[in-house]
C-alpha cells in the first residue's frame, strides 16, 4: 500500500479548473519529484495535499485512510507536513523559536521526544544549532530556508512537502539543500518535492511526476526522466 495515493484529483479556483485529473502515488521511504513549468499545477497539488486547497473530485488516500475531507491541521497530525518556503520563516523569533513552532503539533509528547526530534534537527542542520539564539529574519536566504525545513521536521512528518526549497538561493547553497534533502530521505522520512531544478531534482529523485496545464504527462525513475530527450529538451535546456 502507497503512503500517499491520488486519485483521479481535479481542483480549481472558482471557474478556473487547475487541475484535471491528476493521479499519483509516494510509497513510504521514497523521494518523489513533481516537475513542471510555470501554472502547471505543482503548488495546488501541493495545497490540495496540505488540505488548504478542497477537491472537485477525486480521492487522497493516506496510509491507506480517505483523507480527502480532512481538516488541512489535522493532516499535520497524522504525519503529513509541509515545510514554509524560506520566507515562511517567523523574522522577529529565534531559530530555536521557529522550530519550537514546529513541534507545537506535538506538544502533548514527552520532553525527551522533543529533545531527541531537536537533537536530530540540529545534526542535520548544524549551523541552526550554532545560531539558534539568532532572530530568523536576520539570517540568510539559505539560513532561512534551512529553518523552514528544521521546523517542518519537529513535528515529524511521515510525508513531508516540500515546494521548491532551492527557489531564490545561490548555486552553491543550493547543493547543500539538495543534500540535506537527500539526507532527510536517507534517514527515513518520506518526501514529496516540488522542484523547477530539474537537474539536481531528478538525478536524487526515486521517481518524478511531469506535470503539463494541470495532467501528468510523464511519470518514471528519476534517472530515466533525466534521460528522456523530450524531458532534456523541455526542461533541462538541452536541446
Ligand atoms: P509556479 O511554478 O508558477 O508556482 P505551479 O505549477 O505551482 O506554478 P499553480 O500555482 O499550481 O502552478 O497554478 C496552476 C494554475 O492555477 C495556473 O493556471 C494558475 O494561474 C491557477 N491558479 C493558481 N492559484 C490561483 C488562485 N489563487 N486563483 C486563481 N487561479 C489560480
Redesign the pocket.
Known amino acids: 500500500m502507497p503512503l500517499l495515493e491520488i486519485k483521479d484529483m481535479v481542483v480549481g479556483?472558482?471557474r478556473?479548473e487547475?487541475l484535471h485529473g491528476i493521479s499519483l502515488t509516494v510509497e513510504e521511504g521514497e523521494l518523489v519529484t513533481l516537475i513542471?513549468?510555470?501554472?502547471?499545477?505543482?503548488?495546488?497539488?501541493m495545497r490540495a495535499i496540505s488540505g488548504v486547497r478542497p477537491l472537485t473530485r477525486g480521492t487522497i488516500l493516506f496510509d491507506g485512510e480517505d483523507i480527502t475531507k480532512m481538516k488541512a491541521h489535522v493532516r499535520v497530525l497524522t504525519g503529513i507536513v509541509q515545510a514554509p518556503e524560506g520566507r515562511g520563516v517567523f523574522p522577529g523569533m529565534t531559530v530555536q523559536e521557529n522550530l519550537d513552532m514546529g513541534h507545537y503539533a506535538r506538544k502533548f509528547e514527552s520532553k525527551a521526544a522533543y529533545q531527541e526530534t531537536l537533537d536530530r534537527v540540529f545534526e542535520l542542520f548544524p549551523r541552526l544549532a550554532e545560531r539558534r539564539s539568532q532572530v530568523g529574519g536576520t539570517m540568510s536566504g539559505g539560513e532561512q530556508q534551512m529553518v523552514a525545513i528544521g521546523r517542518a521536521l519537529m513535528a515529524r512528518p511521515r510525508l513531508l512537502l516540500l515546494d521548491?526549497p532551492s527557489m531564490g538561493l545561490a548555486p552553491m547553497i543550493i547543493q547543500q539543500i539538495f543534500r540535506i534533502i537527500s539526507d532527510i530521505n536517507a534517514l527515513g522520512t518520506t518526501i514529496l518535492l516540488?522542484e523547477?531544478n530539474a537537474q539536481q531534482a531528478l538525478s536524487r529523485s526515486d521517481r518524478a511526476y511531469i506535470?503539463e496545464t494541470?495532467e501528468v504527462v510523464k511519470s518514471g525513475p528519476g534517472k530515466q526522466l533525466l534521460a528522456d530527450p523530450a524531458i532534456k529538451e523541455a526542461y533541462l535546456g538541452v536541446a
Open positions: 479556483y472558482g478556473i487547475a513542471g513549468a510555470n501554472g502547471a499545477g505543482k503548488t495546488t497539488t521548491e516540488v523547477q506535470l494541470g
